[in-house]
């Protein structure tokens, strides 16, 4: 799967001058809740990605609100297993709520659209990990993060990047006084 011609294809692959979450500032941005608006693509997304992880044993799939609802979901329905999603606790991590539970020892997958520094999806991690959860894995759409993301388990992309991205103070963009788009 060209999982990049999708996101070109869907107007989701942005170029110009972005904040990410993280602080850092980078002139490409993947706008994944474009594509995964088109169900079809959404699901091709949720089938390739279960593939990679389907000899794994997935009780469930878990991914980081909000990019991660519609992932989880799909992921989740190609594997058989149950879709979840972790929420902002309003204290800088991420909690379970609306009566999503975890059966203690139940096997998870955790699941991301793009892995930039990969404290997003650590915080859907110990969210579900706090209630039992054993991690088994982590899938992401794109991982960004130049190799440096790690979780301590198989961390699998349906695609890998070398994305430039800068601290505020380094950014060449910055610097050419390019307006910061925040998406
Ligand atoms: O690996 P990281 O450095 O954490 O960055 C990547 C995260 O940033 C984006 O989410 P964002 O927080 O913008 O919110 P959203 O999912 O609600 O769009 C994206 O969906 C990832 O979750
Ligand atoms: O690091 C991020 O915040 C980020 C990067 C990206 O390409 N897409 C996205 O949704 N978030
Ligand atoms: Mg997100």
Redesign the pocket.
């Known amino acids: 799967m060209d999982v990049l011609e999708l996101y070109r294809r869907t107007g989701a692959l942005l170029e110009g001058h972005f904040l990410?979450?993280?602080g850092l500032h980078s002139p490409l941005f993947l706008q994944?809740a474009a594509l995964l608006q088109h169900p079809l693509y959404a699901e091709a997304v949720g089938e390739a990605l279960g593939k990679l992880f389907e000899d794994e044993g997935v009780d469930f799939v878990i991914g980081?609100?909000?990019?991660?609802v519609v992932l989880s979901f799909v992921v989740a329905k190609a594997l058989g297993a149950r879709a979840l999603f972790a929420e902002k606790d309003g204290q800088g991590g991420m909690t379970l709520r609306r009566g999503l539970t975890v059966n203690p020892g139940e096997r998870f997958l955790a699941v991301?659209?793009?892995?930039?520094?990969?404290?997003?999806?650590r915080k859907a991690i110990r969210a579900a990990e706090a209630r039992g959860g054993v991690l088994v894995g982590v899938g992401a759409i794109v991982d960004r993060s130049g190799g440096e993301a790690a979780f301590g388990v198989p961390f699998r992309a349906l695609v890998r990047l070398g994305v430039p991205q800068y601290l505020p103070e380094a950014c060449p963009l910055c610097r050419d006084g390019v307006p910061l788009e925040e998406v």
């Not at 991301?112 to 999806?121: F, H």
């Open positions: 990410l979450r993280s994944s980081p609100a909000l990019g991660g991301e659209d793009v892995v930039t520094t990969g404290e997003s999806v």
